[in-house]
């Protein structure tokens, strides 16, 4: 098997989901309106966005040896991914709480690494040739920093395209940030990182410029509905959002945001595009419930993306 043209360093863990028409304060008990049990995780869900959106995508994590362990290996298999993931006996795969508002599909989540919390540079160090055989490497931060960082130099050195989506959100060194070809924030993240609120157009690019000072190629700052920014040394980009109907739940929108962009970027479409394309991956994301599940496939984005030419 050919070596993968993204890879992926991320976390999986098994999402609980409940819906209902509000939170409980706490010490209270509610009634809920739902609950499911399914994939998910930050880069496990962008590993899932990018191979049904036709990349051909390699995920690097830890695993338990139990049941959830068993559900990333199926979601991967049956979306194509391929598994650069270690298996531990003396820890358990991670878990995730996700609140769903019944009203609004917006969503609050709370999550458990477990054997994931150890990742490290050494398992990047193992999947060295990997990295520095694709053209796209992609991470988050919900794994430790220093495996992060540590993936990021890997990528650099082998000169491979490196994207940070910086989430959960959290204070970077400029050190790693100055390793990062594109930053992808929403507006909360990018408000984190620069202290600027996010809430415009404007306010985005202020904070892209206070990022790019800090040395980062390019930055895509995410605006939901009103789509995202893309901002680099030399141009200022703002594609719209795209409407594929209505909203089910937001939850994994941002992970289909950067799993796609990566295939994009893979298949070498400029800034424009690749955006475009990423935001009809996200587009209709939010149209269907759960993380893995809702990622769409590649006909489906094709076709949102040749309606919304012709809607123009």
């Known amino acids: 098997m050919s070596s993968p043209d993204i890879v992926i360093l991320g976390i999986f863990v098994a999402d609980t989901t409940y819906r209902a ?60 991914v391929t598994s650069l993931a270690s298996t531990h006996d003396d820890g358990q795969t991670g878990a995730a709480f996700i609140f769903v508002d019944d009203v609004s599909g917006d969503n609050a989540i709370i999550v458990t690494q477990g054997i994931a919390a150890e990742i490290g540079p050494e398992d990047l160090d193992a999947r060295r040739a990997e990295i520095q055989g694709a053209k796209v490497f992609l991470t988050q931060l919900e794994q430790p920093l ?64 206070t990022l790019l000072a800090k040395g980062v190629g390019a930055v895509i700052v995410t605006l939901g509905e009103r789509g995202a920014l893309y901002r680099d040394a030399t141009r200022s980009l703002h594609v719209e959002g795209l409407d594929a109907g209505p909203v089910a739940e937001t939850t994994g929108a941002g992970d289909a945001f950067n799993g796609a962009l990566a295939v994009a970027f893979a298949e070498g479409l400029d800034a424009a595009d690749a955006v475009r394309f990423a935001n009809a991956t996200a587009a209709l994301s939010v149209t269907r419930s759960g993380a893995a599940a809702s990622m769409p496939d590649r006909a489906g984005i094709d076709a949102l993306l040749e309606r919304s030419r012709q809607a123009e």
Request: aromatic share 2%.
């Open 21 to 80: 028409e509000r939170q409980p304060r706490l010490g209270e008990t509610i009634l809920g309106r739902s609950f499911s049990l399914g994939p998910g995780g930050k880069g496990s869900n962008q590993a899932v966005a990018a191979a049904r959106a036709g990349g051909h995508v390699g995920m690097i994590t830890r695993l338990g040896r139990d049941v959830f362990a068993d559900m990333a290996l199926d979601i991967w298999r049956e979306a194509g």
């Open 146 to 209: 220093d495996a992060a960082h540590q993936g990021l130099a890997i990528a650099r050195e082998g000169g491979v395209q490196t994207i940070l989506n910086p989430a959960p959100a959290t204070e970077l060194p400029d050190a790693m940030l100055a390793l990062c070809d594109v930053l992808t924030p929403n507006e909360t993240e990018a408000e984190a990182l620069t202290g600027i609120a996010v809430s415009s157009v404007a306010e985005a690019e202020r904070a892209a410029d």
